[in-house]
């Protein structure tokens, strides 16, 4: 049974940074694609990043391209996602998700952390 814990939400002020991780368990990841979403009040859930399983493949969304990096640690089955120049729009529940397919489903997602960015 997959498992997707986050941490490292919290509240920051606009400008700031947060490093979030996710810590996967229950099954061997080899292959799988790791990604980052989040969901804002009143929106849908929108993808943020999502990173290959050597690292070597990375994808972002126009609105964090250049503020936001996806990383994995392999060896400790962990995502990690950095965020800097934090904006009030990007407050929203963020969630980690696992693929191990090649289809982009997502099939496993975790609970989610908050992230609050003040101005």
């Known amino acids: 049974q997959v498992q997707l814990v986050e941490s490292g939400g919290g509240l920051v002020q606009a400008g700031g940074s947060l490093r979030l991780s996710c810590a996967a368990s229950g099954r061997t990841f080899t292959g799988s694609i790791m990604g980052w979403f989040r969901q804002a009040p009143g929106k849908e859930r929108e993808f943020v990043a999502k990173i290959s399983w050597s690292g070597g493949y990375t994808a972002y969304a126009d609105s964090v391209k250049g503020r936001f990096t996806i990383s994995r640690d392999n060896a400790k089955n962990t995502v990690s996602l950095e965020m800097n120049s934090l904006k009030p729009e990007d407050t929203a529940i963020y969630y980690c998700?696992?693929?191990?397919?090649?289809?982009?489903?997502?099939?496993?997602w975790g609970q989610g952390t908050q992230v609050t960015v003040s101005s």
């Open positions: 998700a696992a693929d191990f397919t090649p289809y982009g489903t997502f099939d496993y």
